[in-house]
Structures are given as structure tokens and as C-alpha cells.
């Protein structure tokens, strides 16, 4: 009981204005008592409005009372002192750089508690008990500490905002209503703040509703991963397996023909040897009957040399000639022969089926696509490297610099048959294009930018086969002195893309899966020449042509280039 009543002495004796012990304490006329420095510093900021308050009560005193030393206190407060107890606060108290201070505290500023929309200061919790114990005070509206109290002033008359102009939608204060805003919509704040509470909680209600339709959508797009990944995983285990499979079996047929080989080696070196060994013993009896004849040949005695004659003319039946004739074989370089072509129709067969693969492994695409590129570094992100099928090319069209570049010439080229090649003059690329691609084109005097499907018609009339004249083909074509988009035998000109004859060149743009194909005019900035939305159902190819039929198209010498990007 003894520290509560120690407690309420310095409670007591202590300045509601800095909350320190009273320093040189006076009594103003209500009563209430303060450090002389602390009440002449807020008096001081009250000598324009000609009326003094009480930092506490508020009365207000006219003219400024005079200040006169409270010995009385000063004794008590110092007496107070040698207990060694201060009043001062936990300096966890004191307002910090982000906290609202208190507009009363006049030396080291404590925390504001409210804020008072009708005096339009803040307080700490001393300074704001005034406004619990007095009625008049009672009746402030008090909020959250602010520090933007300021706001709620109008600039131009000093009065409180307490009305809202609905034409201009902005608040102000009674006489801007009767002022600049005569005649507009007015109401009051509070009526205003009504309505918008209203507003507001319906756009809190549509934000939940958001929220709670985005972790849906965030709820399914996680499980979405987990099915993804979990696909993937089993797509990658039961991949390996098959092609350890085709591995295997490709190592057991390498053994088969290591083994067949083998063996037809042993079975005809076998043959050659026992040969071999017949003729050498021929060899050696021949030899033996040799050199008896020509022991005979030098017998003196003519009785004994025909007695023996008949027996050692005698000779043994020889080895048949027809059996010893090498046939012009070259052994066993035509089974090298048979297994190179069977690589290279595993070739093929890898090729086209790795492209399915590929093209099935793309269209796994579980969100849209990607938005087209809009620079130069966006689009060369899906770059391809491609190269021309020598297969398909037709015979006036030279291949040259690593197959990149195709020049139409006036001979035949020769180049051997297969199924693959145009009898028109055009020529396909050697990989397909999946997912996103981009490529670049660049020609001297003209040409035909294209994709096609694989299965494009290599022979027949032109409606067949050419670029553009089919089902199965898209073309971009410079005719005319202007660009021409062609599709199914359906020609569109393109306005507004008259060039000069001089070099230039051409990117396009491929989203299989989006079914986006895109024609750009390259230079220092990507010109858009046509874009096409369609639905590929494929792999494409690239393609190129230089036909005669275009006037200047098939000047000898003309060429077009697939550009190297970096």
C-alpha cells in the first residue's frame, strides 16, 4: 500500500505538458499546475489566436494570466526528489521517426494514443484524459493516432472539412458550399462516408470472392504440377525402358550378324584350306613323279628304261580346275553394304518418329502460349537452326555453304533419284519445326518463303506440289514489287510493303501448338507482313522456292540463304 501512495505523490507533482517533476511549478487560475517553462512555451504558441487555454481543461483566459512561482510545490517537489523516484516514462513511451507524436508534449514528445477530429491534435494518454473527464470535450470524435490531421482543414478557409462536393467529388467545409461550390451536389461527410462504406464493402466482397477464386485456381494449378511432374516421371521411366529394349535388341542383332559372319568366315576359310591342301599335295606328288621321269630320261639301258616307263608315265587324276576359279567377290564388304542401308532407314524411321515424339511432347501444353515476341532478342529466344534436304531439292537448285543456301541455275544438277524431290524448283528443310520456332530468310532478286507438311505432293501440275497452291503448304511470295500471302490456291496482297530489288530478308515466326504462323520484315526494327491463325495438324518443314515461272523470280543465278542467328 505503501508504493501505491509513492505512486500517486509523483503522479501528483508531476507536469501534464512534459510529464516530468514540476521545475519551477506555477498555478494558472483553473488550477492546474505546470512547469513555468512548459506553460510559457504553450502559451507562447497561443498569443496569435488572443486567448490562453489550459493544456488540460481547456478554459481559456483573457488577457494572459501572469505567472507567479508555486513555492509551496516546489518545496514538496523537491522534497519528493530525494526519494529518488522521477515520474519519467519507459523510453519505449517517447515518439519514435514513424510514431505520431503527441501535439501537446513540449519537450521529448511521447506516443500519441488518438487523434481528435475536432480539435485536430493528437494526444498522449495524459493529455488525453481531459477528453474522458470533461462533457464538453466528450463529445470530440476521437481516432487512431494520425499524422494526417492537416488534411481535414480546408486550405483556403482554415475551417474543418466536414462536407463533400459529389460534382467534384471532393471534401470541404461549410462555406466553400456556399462559396465555389454554390449550386453543386453537397452532402456531408458522414452521409458521403455512408455511402462509400457501402461501396466498399462490396468491393471487399468481390476481393474475397477473388481471393478465394484465385487459391482455387492456385489449389488446382499445384495439383495440376504434381500431375505434371508425376506424368513426366513415368514418361521418362517407361521412355528409358523401351529404348533399353530397342537397345538391347539392336546389340543382339549386332551379335547375330558378329556371329553369322563368324561363322560363313570359318565355313569358307575351311573350304579354302582343304583346297589348299589337295593342291599342295598334288604339288608334292607331281614333284616326286618329276624327278623319277627325269631319273628314267637318263637310263642307259634302253630294256630297262621301257620296262619302266609305262608304270611312271602313269599320272593321278589332278584336282578339278573349275573348283580353284576365284569368283570376283568382295567378300564381305556387301554385308557392310546391307547393314549401312539399314541405318540409314533407322534413320528415317528415327527421324519421322522422333518428330511425332517431339510434336507430342510439345502439345503437352497445359497453359495458353506464350504472347509473340515484340523485339528482335525476344524472337531469336526460339531460334532454329536449320538446314535444306538435298533429297528434296529439285534438280535446277544448287545446294551450297553447309546446305544453307539454295541458287537456281540453268543446268540439271546430278543429283541421284529419290522419292522425296520436287520435280517443281523448291526444297524443304531437313528438320521439322515443333513448339516455337524462328528463322530468318535472306535472298538476292526475290523469292518464296514457306512451311509445308512433309507429306506434301512431289510430283504433279503445279496445284499439286508448288508453295502455296495446296492444302498443305503456306507460302510468302515477292511478286510484283509488293508481298503476296498464299494458302490453299488463295492469294492475299499485302498492302503497304513495296521494297526495292536489292537484298533483303525475311523472319518468321512459328507457334505450332498456338497454330501461329508470323512473316516479318527484318531490319534494324521487326516490320509485321502477315501473321496467320490456323490450326497445324504436323510437324512443318521450312521451305524455299525460286521458280522460273515469276518473271525475274527465274533469272539464273537468283539464291536464297537461311541465315545463321546468333
Known amino acids: 500500500m505503501a508504493q501505491k501512495g509513492v505512486q500517486l505523490d509523483r503522479e501528483t507533482f508531476s507536469c501534464s505538458v512534459c510529464l516530468d517533476l514540476l521545475k519551477d511549478p506555477v498555478t494558472i487560475p483553473c488550477g492546474h499546475s505546470y512547469c513555468i517553462s512548459c506553460i510559457k512555451s504553450f502559451w507562447d504558441e497561443e498569443d496569435e489566436k488572443k486567448t490562453h487555454s489550459c493544456p488540460q481543461c481547456r478554459q481559456t483566459f483573457t488577457p494572459r494570466p501572469v505567472l507567479v512561482k508555486n513555492t509551496?510545490?516546489?518545496?514538496?517537489?523537491?522534497?519528493?526528489?530525494?526519494?529518488?523516484?522521477?515520474?519519467?516514462?519507459?523510453?519505449?513511451?517517447?515518439?519514435?521517426?514513424?510514431?505520431?507524436?503527441?501535439?501537446?508534449?513540449?519537450?521529448?514528445?511521447?506516443?500519441?494514443?488518438?487523434?481528435?477530429?475536432?480539435?485536430?491534435?493528437s494526444y498522449c494518454e495524459k493529455h488525453l484524459q481531459p477528453h474522458y473527464d470533461s462533457a464538453p470535450l466528450k463529445k470530440h470524435k476521437l481516432v487512431e493516432p494520425s499524422k494526417k490531421l492537416q488534411e481535414n482543414i480546408c486550405s483556403r478557409h482554415d475551417e474543418v472539412m466536414k462536407m463533400f462536393c459529389r460534382t467534384d467529388q471532393q471534401c470541404?467545409?461549410?462555406?466553400?458550399?456556399?462559396?465555389?461550390h454554390k449550386g453543386h451536389d453537397t452532402v456531408s461527410a458522414a452521409a458521403e462516408r455512408t455511402e462509400r462504406q457501402r461501396e466498399l464493402q462490396l468491393s471487399r466482397q468481390q476481393i474475397q470472392q477473388?481471393?478465394?477464386?484465385?487459391?482455387?485456381?492456385?489449389?488446382?494449378?499445384?495439383?495440376?504440377v504434381e500431375a505434371i511432374n508425376g506424368s513426366a516421371d513415368k514418361a521418362v521411366g517407361d521412355s528409358e525402358k523401351i529404348f533399353t529394349e530397342l537397345i538391347r535388341l539392336m546389340e543382339k542383332r549386332s551379335s547375330d550378324v558378329k556371329q553369322q559372319i563368324r561363322s560363313q568366315q570359318k565355313t569358307e576359310v575351311s573350304r579354302v584350306k582343304e583346297l589348299q591342301e589337295k593342291l599342295e599335295q598334288e604339288i608334292t606328288e607331281l614333284k616326286r613323279k618329276d624327278a623319277e621321269l627325269k631319273q628314267l630320261s637318263h637310263t642307259e639301258d634302253h630294256t630297262q628304261f621301257l620296262h619302266n616307263y609305262p608304270s611312271l608315265s602313269r599320272l593321278s587324276e589332278s584336282t578339278d580346275s573349275s573348283s580353284i576359279n576365284i569368283r570376283p567377290l568382295r567378300y564381305f564388304e556387301d554385308v557392310t553394304a546391307a547393314v549401312s542401308q539399314l541405318r540409314?532407314?533407322?534413320?528415317?524411321?528415327?527421324?519421322?518418329?522422333w518428330t511425332n515424339i517431339s510434336l507430342t511432347v510439345t502439345d503437352v501444353d497445359v497453359l495458353l502460349s506464350q504472347t509473340e515476341p515484340k523485339t528482335k532478342a525476344g524472337f531469336l529466344r526460339y531460334s532454329q537452326e536449320i538446314t535444306l534436304d538435298p533429297n528434296t531439292a529439285n534438280t535446277?537448285?544448287?545446294?551450297?555453304?553447309?546446305?544453307?543456301?539454295?541458287?537456281?541455275?540453268s543446268e540439271e544438277q546430278s543429283y541421284p533419284s529419290h522419292p522425296d524431290r520436287f520435280t517443281c524448283e523448291q526444297v524443304l528443310s531437313r528438320e521439322s519445326l515443333t513448339g516455337r520456332c524462328y528463322w530468318e530468310v535472306e535472298w538476292s532478286r526475290g523469292v518464296r518463303v514457306a512451311v509445308a507438311y512433309k507429306d506434301i505432293s512431289r510430283t504433279g501440275d503445279l496445284n499439286e506440289c508448288a508453295f502455296g497452291c495446296n492444302d498443305k503448304s503456306w507460302v510468302l511470295s515477292f511478286v510484283r514489287n509488293c508481298f503476296e500471302f498464299c494458302h490453299n490456291n488463295i492469294k492475299t496482297v499485302l498492302s503497304g510493303t513495296m521494297f526495292c530489288f536489292g537484298s533483303s530478308r525475311v523472319g518468321v515466326y512459328l507457334d505450332h501448338s498456338a497454330g501461329i504462323l508470323s512473316f516479318y520484315s527484318v531490319s534494324e526494327t521487326m516490320t509485321l507482313l502477315h501473321r496467320v491463325q490456323t490450326t497445324f495438324t504436323q510437324p512443318l518443314y521450312a521451305g524455299v522456292s525460286l521458280p522460273p515461272y515469276e518473271g525475274f523470280f527465274g533469272m539464273c543465278g537468283s539464291s536464297v540463304k537461311l541465315c545463321e542467328l546468333k
Request: charged share 30%; hydrophobic share 40%.
Open 72 to 121: 509551496m510545490l516546489a518545496v514538496l517537489v523537491e522534497e519528493l526528489k530525494k526519494t529518488g523516484l522521477q515520474a519519467a516514462p519507459a523510453d519505449h513511451c517517447y515518439a519514435g521517426p514513424e510514431d505520431v507524436a503527441c501535439d501537446v508534449c513540449t519537450r521529448r514528445k511521447l506516443k500519441a494514443v488518438k487523434s481528435c477530429l475536432i480539435c485536430l491534435v
Open 172 to 180: 470541404i467545409c461549410y462555406l466553400c458550399s456556399v462559396d465555389e
Open 210 to 224: 477473388r481471393i478465394q477464386d484465385r487459391e482455387k485456381d492456385v489449389k488446382v494449378l499445384q495439383q495440376e
Open 344 to 353: 540409314d532407314k533407322l534413320q528415317d524411321i528415327l527421324r519421322d518418329t
Open 396 to 409: 535446277l537448285l544448287l545446294l551450297s555453304e553447309g546446305n544453307r543456301k539454295a541458287t537456281l541455275m
